[in-house]
């Protein structure tokens, strides 16, 4: 099959309006078959906007809406091969678990026993086949979540949409969730669209990410794409934590870019398409890329004073004073202590990267 058969969803150049206001700039993306894509984003960026046009909730104001190959603007929500989970469950309280799955299977016209046949079927899956008979009040927060998954797929939709599904649970259960979420769609091969403004969970659960702020898409790519190669200040500040120095680059040789920082140190990282000799860019380090020596390790060791250590379990992170540019963030995991140093606040040291950590950003 070739690429092209195998998209399950293509959003086409779709703007989203709301009168005067723009909630989505210029959309385009494709969404594979069986894949667990994620729309990630601050709050307001536009992903649940998105989500309801693909499910019809929302027309769209501009472009158009591929869904296997088929042009899905005049189709009602009902009549798409899709489902949405949203937040709050909307679990109908009289009702048992076992009526609650089953509800919408007769709704499409399912007769009572193979509804009930398929919603047990479905609660096996989300292993709460033993409380096929209590009322949705009578489970945990998640449990409840697990009845509405068990509900959406129960229909066998080819895509399923998630808006922030897991964010009433609390921690604990949230992660729990999230690998058994990956573990059912896995499962069922059914194409999930999950919207999520936590990255750490978009990190965790994904094939790919989009990243959107203010209605625009920042960045498509593999969690690794996203966290190890940011395209821009903004997806290097909102996944993860990173470290940032202003350069300018002097030039560029066989994929490498020569940098050098305000007050003259000079730097080398890989270059990136779209900036050229001359530019004044960001460049960005993540904080376990760094490590810490008394004597550079290369001319581009950065000089500066240790200001703290914070134990914080599995890692220490270290605030370090650089003689040029802002503080950084030095993350030195436990299990590597062996290899790497640790200094006192108020040593001096140098400050090194990892081959290939540095990053530059385009804006
Ligand atoms: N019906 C509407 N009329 C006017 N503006 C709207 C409407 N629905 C959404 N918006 C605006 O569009 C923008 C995107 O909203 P959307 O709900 O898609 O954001 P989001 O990224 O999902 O945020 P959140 O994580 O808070 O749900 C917001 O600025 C919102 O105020």
Redesign the pocket.
Known sequence: MSDKENIAIDVRDAVKR??D?T?LKTISLSIMDNEFFTLL??????????LRMIAGFEDVTEGAIFLYGDEIENLPPNKRPVNTVFQNYALFPHMTILDNVAFGLEMRGASKSDARTKAGEMLELVQLSQFAARKPSQLSGGQQQRVALARALAPQPKVLLLD?PLSALDLKLRKAMQLELKHLQRETGITFIF?T?DQEEALTMSDRIAV?SA?EMQQLGSPTDIYERPHNMFVADFIGETNLLEVSVDGIAEGRATCHLGGGHELTCNAVDGIGVGSKVHMSIRPERLYMSAEPMASEGLHGRVKDNIFVGTDITTIVQLDEGPDFVVRTSNSDRGNKRIFEPGTEMFVNMERGAARLLVD
């Open positions: 709301y009168g206001f909630a984003g601050p709050s307001g960026c536009g992903k649940t906007t998105l922030e919207v403004h959107m209605g």
